[in-house]
DNA sequence: ATTTAGATCCTCT
DNA sequence: GAGGATCTAAATG
């Protein structure tokens, strides 16, 4: 079995507005079920911070089958699905119960690169390595993660979870993507990334 | 480089 | 029935 030193949950126990920027650098792994493992650096995210936040799943403590696992303990994976063909995958961070999480919105690809290609591959159209990982839906499908990850406990999991990384480069801040009518919390600055990866979301380079 | 529309389906109203 | 924490291809400047 290779090296395994995931993130402890102590490292996830505090408001997603910490967290997300302190992901960047973290490593995350997926080793499939064939056994095959994916990993990459994380290079950008968004704080979705809680009850309060519009923008939230869990705005005014909605509570559903669809986002059960916000509510659980800091270092459960929330992975979503929509706009009928995406996933994306989210940190549940803060404490049991304080429905706040991370999202993922890209990552530096660096282990399992021809599978992600492969995973990527659409009509047999080969894919340049930024376009592996660069955007939230993109690094699901590069990194095989489905709903059936939803609830995974990222900090005893051997299947799914994140490492201490690279200490990340200057990072950059700015408003959340993709947000709808939100108010104030479309504008907030929720989201980070690095300033000098190739590899965050087109959206996220125009800072 | 930027804009547009279309895909597509689960969840909640 | 509407809309979504998105992505792609095609059209346009």
Redesign the pocket.
């Known amino acids: 079995m290779p090296e395994r030193a995931a993130l402890p949950r102590e490292f996830f126990a505090r408001g997603a507005q910490s967290l997300a920027p302190a992901l960047l650098g973290g490593r995350l792994i997926h080793v499939t079920p064939r056994g095959e493992r994916l990993a990459g650096v994380i290079v950008e995210t ?1 704080a ?1 911070v809680g009850i309060e936040d519009r ?4 705005f005014g403590g ?1 509570r ?4 059960e696992s ?1 509510y659980a303990r800091p270092g459960t994976a ?1 992975v ?7 996933h ?1 995958f ?1 940190v549940v961070c803060a404490g049991e119960g304080d429905p706040q ?1 991370v ?1 993922v ?1 890209a990552l530096e690809p660096d282990e399992g690169l021809p599978i992600m290609r492969s995973l ?1 591959e ?2 047999g ?1 080969v ?1 340049s390595d930024r ?1 592996l990982t ?6 699901c499908q590069a990194m095989a993660i489905g709903r059936e990850l939803d609830g995974t406990d990222l900090c005893e999991s051997s299947v799914l979870w994140i490492e201490p990384g690279r200490s990340p480069g200057p990072i950059c801040q700015g408003p ?6 939100a108010g104030m919390w479309k504008t907030r600055r929720l989201r980070w990334w690095e300033r000098d990866c190739p590899f965050v ?1 087109t959206a996220g380079r ?1 800072g």
Do not use: Q, W
């Not at 979503?80 to 995406?86: I, L, N, Q, S, V």
């Open positions: 968004e979705y923008a939230s799943h869990s909605r559903s089958p669809r986002n916000m929330y979503y699905f929509t706009y009928g063909m995406h994306c989210n999480a999202l919105r990527r659409v009509r159209t894919r376009d660069s955007g939230p839906g993109k690094l959340r993507i993709g947000l709808g009518a979301s125009r």
